[in-house]
């Protein structure tokens, strides 16, 4: 009988905490379970991870109770945190939190006891059957299939265009799995952005698959949570946090879209399910698939260096041509018309010919709001968020200024606070702008729009795509929320209004979102009979990602890419943390972040330190943010630094520091 208990507790702490086993908890005491224990002046829920003889302190204090009949985590799960722990900066018992549904999180609820039972969502799509798979598929599942059947942990890169199959050889890998009696897990990157994904998995295996949405309630999640465990469902489906399912025997698992930035978590634990998919397929012995059009720089380098196997789709299942993408230079628009034109000629005529023939254009425009900042033609003053360091912009229908950071609000002035000229002006477009602009040229068209301004409310996104879908509404204004996933077959018009959107962020990873945006889009269109076309209109018609992008060219923009980050060492020629010094008052926080800087550089000889420089944007929310990087080669060894000089680091009340592992935005 081990005498104490290991346990770790979601607190920032790098370490577990013994306590010792009073004699009526013993026969219950597992690794796995939760428990109650004293922790300072509170009882906390604690994980206990291990069990032991000896404790590392004198006076150990005793477990109070044990929550579940069941342990919640299965030793995998726990090796699993622990990586999570060691990988991105915070302690196991922070990354079993993550781990676990918010529904049992707080100890309220057990295992054993009984939930009411719950009308969850039957499966009410229609079946599906296998396809024959052409040669590429075949050759595809063929060696992802050699590899469940080894029992061997392999990543496969499957990198196919859109329509060339890559989901077929999921469900047919799935299918494998499922015979041989073991689970699957695929993560998609937004269940309501992907809802023809989903319904491709319901299809084929109906009541065999949870499909785990963030609009479930955490009672809802937890049922399915339930399920998955007690081996009722087989497959999840679900996002980033899917890859936590209680499944005990994975097969295989799949992350779809992989390069999208959904993927990684912007709280603590701050982990990238990609990564931790792989981690997961490496402590399951299985393979991880990870498909996509637009592959990250990050699994393409690995796949061309033979870290990962790379499965190429070259062809669309229906031999359609992919659409023809026409670069229009505004600079020119400009120079001609004399004043500054939202749609170009091209685009015009484009949309015009579209309505005449009784087809459906989408138009894209990375950016929400009517106007984007408010200007004084006469001082120059801009409006800007009180507690943030950005323009404030103007939405129409509120007919309010709108801080697109904090969601601060206000109503526009008239005058100029700065000077009292009655010159302010609105510059700059969202989508309100463009909507309004096309309702103006196009009087007989049926325009909706579909934003996070107009998705608020539950049921809105269902509501416009369908619209859509039947052909109440012809023209479809969005952002990036129109950019994937949606198959309209009448829609043979793709406008983007502005590429440069996305390409003008101060954050290197900004060519590869516009060329992974501009290949999204332009994929909406053409995917009917009649073919489509694709304007994109730009300030800079020569980039190489919106050139690339135009010929559907992957391999030529990663060339390109991979040059300047090998040039400029960023990933993935290195890893890279982010530690960000906030703090009200901008002085502490400049001065914390310049002591911390040095601290880190004076404890490490391998790893590059550059910064603090102040954040992108410089204040948010009333805090200023400094901005330290850190380039290394091994994340863990990064961590362990990053943990040593953090923990003899004497910081100042007030000041906060985050510490963001592989960061996704500067
Ligand atoms: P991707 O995931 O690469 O976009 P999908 O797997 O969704 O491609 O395939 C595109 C379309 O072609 C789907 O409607 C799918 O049902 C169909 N399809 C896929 N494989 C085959 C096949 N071998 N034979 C016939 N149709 C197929
Ligand atoms: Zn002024
Ligand atoms: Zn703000």
Same mark, same amino acid.
């Given at each position: 009988?081990?005498?104490?208990?290991?346990?770790?507790?979601?607190?920032?702490?790098?370490?577990?905490?013994?306590?010792?086993?009073?004699?009526?908890?013993?026969?219950?005491?597992?690794?796995?379970?939760?428990?109650?224990?004293?922790?300072?002046?509170?009882?906390?829920?604690?994980?206990?991870?291990?069990?032991?003889?000896?404790?590392?302190?004198?006076?150990?204090?005793?477990?109070?109770?044990?929550?579940?009949?069941?342990?919640?985590?299965?030793?995998?799960?726990?090796?699993?945190?622990?990586?999570?722990?060691?990988?991105?900066?915070?302690?196991?018992?922070?990354?079993?939190?993550?781990?676990?549904?918010?529904?049992?999180?707080?100890?309220?609820?057990?295992?054993?006891?009984?939930?009411?039972?719950?009308?969850?969502?039957?499966?009410?799509?229609?079946?599906?059957?296998?396809?024959?798979?052409?040669?590429?598929?075949?050759?595809?599942?063929?060696?992802?299939?050699?590899?469940?059947?080894?029992?061997?942990?392999?990543?496969?890169?499957?990198?196919?265009?859109?329509?060339?199959?890559?989901?077929?050889?999921?469900?047919?890998?799935?299918?494998?799995?499922?015979?041989?009696?073991?689970?699957?897990?695929?993560?998609?990157?937004?269940?309501?952005?992907?809802?023809?994904?989903?319904?491709?998995?319901?299809?084929?295996?109906?009541?065999?698959?949870?499909?785990?949405?963030?609009?479930?309630?955490?009672?809802?999640?937890?049922?399915?949570?339930?399920?998955?465990?007690?081996?009722?469902?087989?497959?999840?489906?679900?996002?980033?946090?899917?890859?936590?399912?209680?499944?005990?025997?994975?097969?295989?698992?799949?992350?779809?879209?992989?390069?999208?930035?959904?993927?990684?978590?912007?709280?603590?634990?701050?982990?990238?399910?990609?990564?931790?998919?792989?981690?997961?397929?490496?402590?399951?012995?299985?393979?991880?698939?990870?498909?996509?059009?637009?592959?990250?720089?990050?699994?393409?380098?690995?796949?061309?260096?033979?870290?990962?196997?790379?499965?190429?789709?070259?062809?669309?299942?229906?031999?359609?041509?992919?659409?023809?993408?026409?670069?229009?230079?505004?600079?020119?628009?400009?120079?001609?018309?004399?004043?500054?034109?939202?749609?170009?000629?091209?685009?015009?005529?484009?949309?015009?010919?579209?309505?005449?023939?009784?087809?459906?254009?989408?138009?894209?425009?990375?950016?929400?709001?009517?106007?984007?900042?408010?200007?004084?033609?006469?001082?120059?003053?801009?409006?800007?968020?009180?507690?943030?360091?950005?323009?404030?912009?103007?939405?129409?229908?509120?007919?309010?200024?709108?801080?697109?950071?904090?969601?601060?609000?206000?109503?526009?002035?008239?005058?100029?606070?700065?000077?009292?000229?009655?010159?302010?002006?609105?510059?700059?477009?969202?989508?309100?702008?463009?909507?309004?602009?096309?309702?103006?040229?196009?009087?007989?068209?049926?325009?909706?729009?579909?934003?996070?301004?107009?998705?608020?409310?539950?049921?809105?996104?269902?509501?416009?795509?369908?619209?859509?879908?039947?052909?109440?509404?012809?023209? !479809? =204004?969005?952002?990036?929320?129109? *950019?994937?996933?949606? @198959?309209?077959? #009448?829609? /043979?018009?793709?406008?983007?209004?502005? $590429?440069?959107?996305?390409?003008?962020?101060?954050?290197?990873?900004?060519?590869?979102?516009?060329?992974?945006?501009?290949?999204?889009?332009?994929?909406?269109?053409?995917?009917?009979?009649?073919?489509?076309?694709?304007?994109?209109?730009?300030?800079?018609?020569?980039?190489?990602?919106?050139?690339?992008?135009?010929?559907?060219?992957?391999?030529?923009?990663?060339?390109?890419?991979?040059?300047?980050?090998?040039?400029?060492?960023?990933?993935?020629?290195?890893? !890279? =943390?982010?530690?960000?010094?906030? *703090?009200?008052?901008? @002085?502490?926080? #400049?001065? /914390?972040?310049?002591?911390?800087?040095? $601290?880190?550089?004076?404890?490490?000889?391998?790893?590059?330190?550059?910064?603090?420089?102040?954040?992108?944007?410089?204040?948010?929310?009333?805090?200023?943010?400094?901005?330290?990087?850190?380039?290394?080669?091994?994340?863990?060894?990064?961590?362990?630094?990053?943990?040593?000089?953090?923990?003899?680091?004497?910081?100042?009340?007030?000041?906060?520091?985050?510490?963001?592992?592989?960061?996704?935005?500067?």
């Amino acid at each position: 009988m081990s005498k104490f208990a290991e346990v770790a507790i979601a607190l920032p702490v790098d370490r577990v905490f013994h306590y010792a086993i009073p004699e009526e908890l013993q026969a219950d005491m597992a690794v796995g379970k939760r428990v109650f224990v004293p922790f300072g002046p509170r009882a906390l829920v604690g994980y206990v991870v291990g069990l032991t003889g000896t404790a590392d302190v004198k006076d150990v204090k005793e477990v109070r109770s044990i929550i579940d009949k069941e342990p919640i985590l299965t030793e995998e799960m726990l090796k699993l945190a622990r990586w999570m722990g060691r990988t991105y900066f915070c302690s196991w018992g922070e990354a079993i939190e993550a781990i676990i549904p918010a529904g049992i999180k707080k100890g309220k609820v057990e295992l054993g006891t009984r939930l009411k039972k719950m009308a969850v969502k039957a499966a009410e799509f229609p079946p599906s059957t296998p396809h024959v798979l052409n040669e590429e598929q075949s050759r595809a599942l063929k060696s992802i299939v050699e590899c469940i059947d080894r029992k061997e942990y392999g990543t496969f890169l499957l990198y196919g265009i859109t329509a060339s199959g890559k989901t077929e050889v999921y469900l047919q890998a799935i299918e494998h799995v499922l015979k041989a009696g073991r689970q699957a897990i695929v993560l998609v990157p937004e269940i309501s952005l992907t809802p023809q994904t989903v319904e491709r998995f319901v299809s084929r295996f109906g009541h065999k698959v949870a499909v785990l949405h963030s609009g479930l309630t955490p009672a809802k999640r937890f049922l399915e949570w339930k399920k998955i465990r007690d081996g009722k469902a087989v497959i999840a489906v679900g996002a980033r946090s899917a890859i936590f399912s209680p499944m005990k025997n994975i097969g295989v698992i799949i992350v779809d879209e992989e390069h999208e930035t959904s993927y990684k978590q912007d709280d603590v634990p701050r982990y990238h399910a990609r990564d931790v998919a792989e981690e997961r397929a490496r402590l399951n012995s299985c393979p991880l698939i990870l498909g996509s059009a637009t592959p990250s720089l990050e699994s393409y380098y690995k796949a061309k260096k033979g870290d990962y196997k790379l499965i190429k789709l070259t062809k669309r299942i229906d031999e359609r041509l992919l659409p023809k993408v026409k670069i229009v230079d505004m600079r020119m628009e400009l120079a001609t018309r004399k004043r500054l034109a939202i749609f170009s000629k091209v685009l015009l005529d484009a949309l015009d010919r579209t309505l005449k023939n009784g087809k459906q254009a989408m138009i894209f425009l990375n950016r929400r709001g009517f106007s984007t900042f408010l200007n004084c033609k006469k001082c120059g003053f801009v409006m800007k968020c009180k507690r943030c360091d950005t323009a404030l912009v103007y939405h129409f229908e509120e007919r309010k200024l709108l801080c697109h950071y904090c969601n601060y609000k206000m109503e526009p002035p008239d005058i100029c606070p700065n000077c009292k000229s009655s010159y302010v002006r609105y510059f700059g477009l969202g989508t309100e702008k463009v909507e309004s602009e096309i309702s103006h040229a196009f009087p007989h068209s049926h325009i909706a729009r579909m934003d996070s301004d107009t998705t608020a409310k539950s049921g809105s996104h269902d509501k416009i795509l369908g619209d859509f879908r039947t052909g109440d509404t012809n023209l !479809l =204004v969005g952002t990036q929320m129109i *950019a994937k996933g949606h @198959d309209f077959p #009448a829609v /043979t018009l793709v406008g983007v209004v502005s $590429a440069d959107v996305s390409l003008n962020v101060p954050d290197f990873r900004a060519s590869e979102r516009t060329f992974n945006l501009l290949t999204q889009v332009g994929g909406r269109a053409g995917r009917g009979e009649d073919g489509g076309e694709v304007i994109v209109q730009t300030y800079a018609p020569g980039h190489y990602s919106i050139l690339a992008a135009a010929k559907h060219d992957y391999e030529k923009f990663y060339e390109e890419e991979i040059v300047a980050r090998k040039e400029l060492l960023y990933p993935p020629f290195i890893n !890279l =943390v982010k530690l960000t010094v906030r *703090a009200r008052n901008d @002085d502490l926080a #400049a001065r /914390t972040a310049q002591r911390l800087a040095q $601290a880190i550089a004076a404890e490490t000889k391998t790893m590059a330190v550059t910064g603090p420089a102040p954040a992108p944007i410089a204040r948010m929310r009333g805090y200023f943010r400094y901005n330290i990087l850190v380039k290394g080669k091994d994340r863990a060894e990064m961590c362990e630094l990053l943990k040593k000089v953090l923990g003899k680091f004497g910081k100042p009340a007030h000041v906060l520091i985050a510490v963001d592992v592989d960061p996704i935005a500067m």
